[in-house]
């Protein structure tokens, strides 16, 4: 057996380029002879009826070729299909209101950027300003300003999920407890901004669009159907690097399609680079939400059953894959958590704030921060330690793989051996005696906890639980499921390795990993194996669910990469087998080349089956393609359409997430520090340790920007509040806490490698732990955190108001 | 996010400058270090006609002492002034609220002059120039004049120098012998402007407080002199019960707005907590050398 790459922390090949400025971003594709720029023009009013447009002032300057309005974009593009049977119409600008601040109404093209947005100010558009509504539940009251009159409420989306017995559950139980949690908007802010390059070739009717998109490639025929195109006269391609996405890049499409009409319109090669201000205005977040929860137990702590009921703000209009800000987790709605009984009343509305979508830990981080919450105020509720709570109604080692009563088909774990490592890490026996000693000094000191199910390569098939079971069931609708990735693997007449990938990276290593796999597979080492990841539909396999998201590399675009190496031995086997006129079965491929089975006997390494292979196809054997190519395509069987009863397995691959945190909050200044964090992770087996590392630290930055810093506040009016890095704060390294991270490995018994994803990691569970550790801290004073972020601000206002309580409540 | 069209110009000496300044008649801005005006110039909420560039002004980057003052050219980087040794013995406050200034790269670029003369009340500079009752040097066309900081901050991001004015130098007095400082500030992220900051200096004269200076950053339209809670400690000394008073005192004295980062109770708030830590810590430094 030769050296094991697949578990060690190998330098990713990526970063030289990145660290010396080599990158290749859109930014800097090479220029397109002719190219000019764009300038978007954007609605300064959260709702407003447009009332017509005067470009003329615009079109008189110097080096401006065109500007297109909302009327050309009724004229010649389609509205988007969203995921919900409402008539929302959504067009890729404006057509007949602005519905947010910040929307696209025109844009402007011009010989350079400056200009752009100087011809962009002398476009006049005409509003009649409409009352505008931010707040969710405020959308759906009597007599809210509507946003689309076709739809004649505020309600995008409304279903109730039924699982189990929950009205039972609740009847029989020894307590219930309440909470209303409110959970902010934000977004991930990459590095890298949304960036479209659109190329129009009237010759042969194809449309070439170079962008910064992730995926799920389902938008590419979304955006043809849109521009009135064949899928197959679309070209998307994607640069080598993106600058960071998390999700935030899925909903670049909007933009593929309104630059990809200018390029239309004007004949000429059109490019946009959105800038910071555009992105916090206008690119996408997760939702905003307001959840009323329900938890019924028994007087033991046994969780009987959960209500959840949801108003998911989705913005000015449901954009796809919205409402997953409800349903991606449908799977997993009961977290670790053995209870059989949910109920799950989701309302998704739209308000006059910017559009949402996929955002790290899409609806896992808004899931948990309620769930974790929930155990917590039962554990305060019976007076037991929040720990025993959680270890009470575990699921059990030994029911895996298991059916959630919502569909989801866990498939491997030892949530309690994982929990136990965390608590043992952070000497939680220790903390709790600690936080004693400094109670009883008056210190307000707080430990937390958090557990969650991290879901991996979501089944496309999820989505359509939004739509009734009713018009599921009708004949002309098309079930929908699926989790794939293909790969393919090319050996050179040297012997030469090359690996073709299609996965989008944006940042997370890729050709590192798929080195690493391909060379474990192979026996040969990860710096023989060239490994390509570009995408280009014109030449590159991909399907439906194609892309980056939802931590799907680590899970399904390994196990491509590791299937095509599986078949490309298969086949050099049954070379060798033919050339050494002895069965395959008497063979095997290992170190590198193929050999006997048993005793001694001639061997052949790549390097001799290639160079025969390719320099002598004479000697294959009979019905043998030549060439040594070989693809695999990867998918998930367990990825099935949603059932009659709502139930879907939402996510394939299951992993599970423990932490614990000690937290002490300024009693004068209510600031919080973080006094200690530990995280504990199973994704399966890890291929490479530093990478998942950097992953587990990004996505606990991006949780505490949730939990501390980072909002998309609106005032009453639908104006944006944090528009610049000024007002929406960003946690930069300087506010990083140390982070203790330690894996148990549970390998999935779905992937040829045992591994999941693992990319959202401590993003959805940060901001529960976080608040978890500030509630406990707050404790003796009452207050209990609710909202998010916990600015220091308003954290102080809890605190005097709670303490202003307490003074009433002593006072006769 | 890109700036409408403006002239540039980059002179090689004040006067060169201070004729250009006056043949745009108002419309040109001054150009130091950037890291405010030119976020202004890509959001477009300023349009100045051209930009006056002073990085190629020669002799205005310099750190000096003369007359018990520290004198500190307009152009001279915040980094500089964090490692500056005369910085650190003679003006020791300026150095401390130096490492609160942005992070590094912006200190590596950030001026004190561009830093006073843009006035935004929740920086550091503008508190320390208040505390210590320094004063700035403004050169136009008619000559030179030296303003104080109670007379130059007018406004929000507003100061009393003219359009065709340019601060060439700051001077701040040097800290007396048995003196203490202390700039606390609490803001959301490091580096970030503050929600509230606090500039103090106290000297002791045995059980007396011979002198006491307090300014508040990020309390109001422009940095607050603290005068009151600073009479407090000079006629009470610097017991805990003086200084609890103070701050008590300066709460009442400031009147801070509401915005995204803070309510205005909070800040008031802060004020007399800040106001009481940075006392302290001044009142032991003050001790240690006294």
């Known amino acids: 057996m030769g050296e094991r790459w697949i578990g060690r922390p190998l330098k990713r090949v990526e970063d030289a380029h990145l660290l010396t400025g080599r990158g290749a971003f859109i930014d800097d594709h090479p220029p397109v002879p002719g190219v000019h720029h764009a300038a978007i023009v954007r609605s300064p009013h959260a709702h407003a009826r447009i009332l017509g447009y005067d470009v003329s002032a615009a079109l008189r300057m110097e080096g401006v070729v065109g500007v297109i309005t909302g009327d050309d974009v009724a004229r010649h593009t389609k509205p988007f299909s969203v995921g919900v049977a409402a008539p929302v119409h959504y067009y890729c600008a404006a057509t007949d209101k602005a519905r947010f601040v910040g929307e696209p109404v025109a844009v402007v093209v011009a010989r350079d950027r400056y200009l752009a947005e100087d011809a962009a100010e002398a476009v006049v558009v005409h509003y009649e300003p409409l009352p505008a509504v931010v707040d969710p539940e405020k959308a759906l009251e009597p007599g809210a300003p509507v946003l689309h009159e076709a739809v004649g409420s505020n309600l995008a989306s409304h279903r109730r999920l039924v699982y189990g017995d929950p009205e039972r559950a609740f009847a029989e139980a020894d307590v219930v407890v309440r909470e209303r949690f409110r959970f902010p908007k934000y977004g991930s802010t990459p590095i890298e901004t949304y960036g479209v390059l659109a190329r129009w070739d009237p010759l042969e009717g194809v449309l070439t669009v170079w962008s910064n998109f992730m995926g799920p490639f389902i938008m590419h025929p979304l955006t043809a159907r849109v521009l009135g195109l064949p899928e197959n006269r679309l070209r998307f391609v994607v640069p080598p690097d993106i600058g960071g996405s998390f999700g935030i890049k899925t ?141 009470r109604n575990l699921i059990p080692r030994d029911a895996f793989p298991y059916r959630t009563p919502t569909g989801g088909l866990y498939d491997s774990g030892d949530y309690q051996a994982a929990f136990d490592r965390a608590l043992e890490l952070a000497r939680y026996g220790e903390l709790r005696r600690e936080q004693a000693r400094a109670r009883a000094a008056g210190r307000l000191y707080g430990i937390g906890l958090a557990l969650a199910v991290d879901p991996s390569v979501s089944n496309m098939g999820y989505v359509a639980t939004a739509l009734d079971p009713q018009f599921r069931a009708k004949p002309e609708y098309l079930p929908k499921s699926g989790a794939v990735d293909g790969a393919t693997i090319k050996v050179d007449p040297l012997g030469r390795v090359t690996v073709v990938m299609a996965t989008t990276p944006q940042g997370q290593g890729h050709r590192t990993v798929v080195a690493q796999v391909v060379a474990d597979e192979l026996g040969i080492r990860p710096e023989d194996v060239t490994v390509v990841d570009e995408m280009d539909t014109f030449t590159r396999f991909w399907s439906i669910s194609s892309g980056t998201y939802s931590s799907r590399f680590g899970s399904v675009g390994t196990s491509a990469a590791a299937l095509a190496a599986r078949k490309l031995k298969a086949k050099l086997v049954e070379y060798a087998a033919h050339l050494m006129e002895v069965p395959a079965g008497d063979l095997e491929f290992r170190d590198g080349g193929v050999h006997p089975r048993r005793g001694k006997g001639p061997s052949y390494s790549i390097k001799d089956l290639a160079g025969r292979a390719h320099w002598h196809t004479q000697s294959l054997p009979e019905g043998m393609e030549p060439g040594l190519q070989v693809s695999g395509v990867f998918g998930f069987r367990v990825a099935e359409a949603v059932d009659a009863a709502d139930r879907v397995n939402s996510s394939n691959t299951y992993g599970f997430i423990a932490e614990v945190m000690a937290v002490e909050v300024d009693p004068e200044t209510a600031v919080i520090k973080i006094l200690k964090y530990v995280t504990v992770h199973d994704a399966g087996t890890i291929i490479n340790p530093m990478i998942a590392e950097g992953q587990i630290y990004g996505g606990a930055l991006h949780g505490l920007g949730g939990a501390l810093y980072e909002e ?26 140390v982070i203790e991270i330690a894996h148990v490995e549970s390998p999935s018994p779905l992937t040829p490698l ?44 809890l605190i005097q108001a709670a303490r202003a309580g307490a003074v009433a409540r002593s006072t006769p | 996010m890109k700036p409408p069209r403006f002239d540039y110009h980059a002179p090689s000496s004040v006067d060169e400058a201070l004729a250009l300044l006056a043949r745009y008649g108002g419309e040109a801005k001054v150009l130091a270090g950037g890291q405010s005006l030119v976020p202004l110039l890509n959001f477009r909420l300023a349009r100045p006609a051209a930009l006056v560039d002073l990085n190629r002004v020669s002799g205005l980057a310099y750190i000096r002492e003369a007359e018990g003052q520290v004198r500190l050219g307009a152009m001279t980087r915040q980094r500089a002034i964090e490692f500056s040794p005369v910085v650190a013995g003679r003006v020791p406050l300026l150095g401390e609220a130096t490492r609160l200034v942005g992070h590094l790269p912006i200190r590596t670029r950030g001026t004190i002059g561009g830093s006073i003369a843009h006035a935004d009340p929740s920086a550091e500079y503008p508190a320390v120039l208040t505390a210590l009752d320094g004063e700035v040097v403004a050169r136009s066309p008619r000559g030179e004049r030296l303003l104080r900081a109670g007379e130059l901050f007018r406004s929000y991001l507003t100061t009393s120098l003219a359009p065709d004015e340019i601060l060439t130098e700051v001077r701040l007095p040097a800290a007396p012998a048995g003196a203490g400082w202390a700039f606390e500030e609490l803001s959301r992220r490091h580096g970030d402007f503050a929600i509230v900051g606090i500039a103090a200096l106290v000297v002791r004269d045995g059980p007396r407080c011979a002198m006491a200076r307090l300014a508040a950053a990020g309390a109001g339209a422009v940095p607050v002199r603290l005068r009151a809670a600073e009479e407090i400690l000079e006629r009470e000394g610097l017991g805990d019960a003086a200084i609890d008073a103070a701050a008590a005192r300066a709460a009442d004295l400031v009147s801070p707005d509401s915005d995204v980062h803070a309510s205005a109770a909070y800040r008031r708030h802060l004020t007399g907590v800040l106001v009481r830590r940075a006392l302290h810590r001044a009142a032991a430094r003050a001790g240690a050398r006294g």
């Not at chain 1, 639908?718 to 506010?735: H, K, N, R, W």
């Open chain 1, 251 to 391: 909903s670049i499409y909007p933009y593929i399609a309104l630059i990809g009409l200018a390029a239309m319109r004007t004949g000429l090669p059109v490019k946009w680079i959105e800038d910071r201000r555009e992105h916090l205005l206008a690119s996408s977040s997760g939702t905003d939400r307001v959840a009323y929860r329900e938890l019924a137990a028994r007087r033991d702590g046994t969780v009987l059953g959960m209500r959840f009921r949801w108003f998911d703000n989705v913005g000015g209009y449901i954009r796809s894959p919205e409402p997953g800000c409800s349903f991606r987790p449908t799977g997993n709605f009961v977290g670790p958590y053995r209870f059989q009984h949910l109920e799950v009343e989701a309302s998704t509305v739209m308000t006059n704030k910017s559009l949402t979508g996929p955002n790290r830990g899409y609806a896992c981080g808004h899931l948990y921060f309620e769930t974790e919450g929930m155990m917590d105020r039962l554990a305060e509720t019976l007076g037991m330690d929040p720990a025993e709570v959680r270890r």
């Open chain 1, 712 to 737: 998309l506040a609106y005032d009453e009016d639908g104006q944006l509040l944090t528009g610049t890095f000024m007002d929406y704060l960003v946690p930069t390294a300087s506010e990083a806490p």
């Open chain 1, 754 to 797: 045992g591994s999941k994803g693992l990319g959202e990691s401590s993003s959805m569970t940060v901001p529960a732990v976080v608040a978890n550790a500030v509630s406990d801290a707050l404790a003796p004073l009452g207050v209990r955190i609710t909202e998010l972020p916990m600015a220091p601000s308003r954290l102080w206002e």
